[in-house]
């Protein structure tokens, strides 16, 4: 498992424990240089972070070993489908522009009923004409639940695939979507390591107002840890490891002092076994998905 930079917060004021706002450009610059330093390749970034896109292109240094997963803009269902695909593929147009960059490593389909809806098989088709054309390396879907990878999967040869999955989430490796994506050889991306800091959080008391209901388990979460001598971050990110099935983990930073730790704490990690944290999974998917957190 490598690790990989989100940078949807140097776009966006985002995630619902960050007190600390979007990050600044001086802070994106050394965010940056230590990845380099330290061998991070992999930047995760979408046309709807905020001017994250713009960002990156004026920080990047030149030239770069940086590989780039972008994603799709929406598809504007309201016009016809061949004026839709253009704006898609125009929108990735834009979008390297933006990077100051020839080609992406990866391209994800942002929303996955672009896929399943009645447009989807012409949809692909232009994931895989960007392909050809030499703008995108690899086609694949950003997803939220196994339901979602079951069927694309099965209708789309899909080559990257970027979910989520966390001590607290664990449905994609209850539902055997790990294990499956695995034998087909499709190449996984892990979100929400940290379920936006709520896993880092120091006092499970003082989570906002419509996580109350997470504290339980944050509190048994801290205590495991102690018991067995782990910090959160080494915690959640060897839970990761543990499961053998990622290939990276996209773990955003809002700060320098923030990816310090984040990159010092991977260097050194060490995979910690399923079953010490597999009695953590919340069924509720309320608790676990922040498209439903009441902010």
Not at 16 to 22: D, M, R
Not at 87 to 96: E, K, P, Q, T, Y
Not at 102 to 119: E, F, N, T
Not at 143 to 163: C, G, K, M, N
């Amino acid at each position: 498992m490598k690790l990989g930079l989100g940078t949807v917060q140097f776009g966006l004021d985002y995630g619902i424990t960050n007190a600390a706002g979007k990050t600044p450009a001086p802070e994106v610059h050394a965010i940056l240089a230590r990845c380099a330093a330290n061998g991070v390749d992999t930047l995760d970034t979408a046309v709807l972070y905020g001017d994250s896109e713009s960002v990156l292109g004026h920080h990047l240094p030149r030239p770069h070993g940086f590989r780039i997963v972008g994603k799709t803009l929406h598809l504007e269902r309201e016009l016809p489908l061949r004026t839709a695909l253009d704006a898609l593929r125009d929108g990735v147009v834009r979008s390297l522009a933006r990077l100051g960059e020839p080609k992406l490593y990866a391209l994800l389909v942002h929303r996955v009923d672009d896929l399943l809806g009645p447009g989807g098989d012409a949809v692909f088709k232009e994931l895989i004409a960007l392909r050809e054309s030499g703008l995108v390396g690899k086609i694949g879907v950003s997803v939220y639940t196994p339901a979602d990878v079951t069927l694309l999967s099965e209708r789309f040869p899909l080559e990257i695939v970027q979910l989520p999955v966390n001590v607290f989430d664990q449905r994609m490796l209850e539902s055997g979507t790990l294990a499956d994506l695995r034998q087909r050889h499709i190449e996984v991306h892990a979100r929400s390591a940290f379920l936006q800091g709520v896993l880092l959080a120091d006092d499970p008391n003082k989570l906002p107002p419509g996580l109350t209901a997470l504290a339980p388990a944050l509190t048994t979460w801290r205590q495991r840890l102690h018991t067995h001598g782990l910090s959160p971050l080494a915690g959640a990110l060897g839970f990761l490891k543990g499961l053998g099935m990622i290939d990276v983990v996209i773990c955003g930073a809002a700060r320098l002092s923030e990816w310090s730790e984040i990159s010092d704490t991977f260097a050194t990690l060490e995979a910690v076994p399923t079953e010490l944290f597999k009695d953590l999974a919340q069924a509720d998917v309320n608790r676990i998905d922040p498209r439903r957190w009441r902010r």
